[in-house]
């Protein structure tokens, strides 16, 4: 299959073997619950693996084995890295355990050993953070009008809130609405009502300050007069 990159969907090949990633709404439910859902984002975005990583990457062109090595012992790794693997993995319809590398049972006590796959740890997080943004975000390049800004964060995503949305604002089967992205989803609300009244909150900024200065400017003129 081909992917359309605008919105969401990206192709990895290792050898002869191909991997189909879509970010639809179907997808993000396999993450976990909406909680989960929101938490995998958060671990995504908000560990320090990835600056890390993005360092090592920049002095030497790759990550070293031994920082591989020294990161799988970490605590601070397992959490970016355990919901890069769960994105990946539901993201698409194959196993991805040659990518993103699995957890197997240590020989001693409870605990398990994370076995690489293809995929650097700096790789995998970074191809997790692009699918989960466009799937419960969007990366659409619209105008976002200040009156739909709620400024409210939210702990849960709920998919099938977006899938019976698209299925009621576009007459499409459930088939069809589960597929979407959040991005596709957002692009085809655009298309469908193009000509929204309102401002951008830059669009808004941009106006007050205008205001603000055309009114100092006004009485600066009348306290010479």
């Known amino acids: 299959m081909t992917p359309v990159k605008e919105i969401g969907e990206c192709l990895i090949t290792v050898g002869d073997e191909e991997y189909f990633f879509r970010p639809s709404f179907l997808a993000m439910t396999r993450i976990g619950e909406p909680r989960e859902i929101v938490q995998a984002f958060y671990d995504l975005h908000n560990d320090e693996v990835t600056p890390l990583l993005q360092r090592a990457v920049d002095a030497y062109g790759k990550v070293p084995e031994w920082l591989v090595s020294y990161i799988d012992g970490q605590q601070i790794a397992k959490a970016s890295i355990s919901a890069a693997m769960a994105v990946i993995a539901a993201c698409c319809e194959r196993d991805v355990s040659r990518l993103t590398g699995e957890l197997r049972p240590a020989k001693a006590g409870r605990t398990f050993k994370y076995r690489p796959g293809a995929m650097t740890p700096f790789d995998m997080v970074a191809v997790a953070q692009a699918l989960i943004t466009h799937g419960i975000i969007g990366k659409a390049k ?77 009485r600066a003129k009348e306290k010479e007069n």
């Open 142 to 218: 619209i105008r976002q009008l200040q009156r739909h800004e709620t400024g409210q964060a939210t702990t849960e995503f709920r998919a099938f809130e977006y899938i019976s949305a698209a299925r009621n604002q576009f007459g499409i089967s459930r088939d069809e609405a589960q597929q979407l992205s959040m991005t596709e989803f957002t692009l085809m609300l655009a298309a469908k009502y193009p000509d929204q009244k309102g401002y951008t909150r830059e669009e808004y900024d941009a106006e007050a300050d205008d205001f603000f200065a055309r009114r100092a400017r006004r």
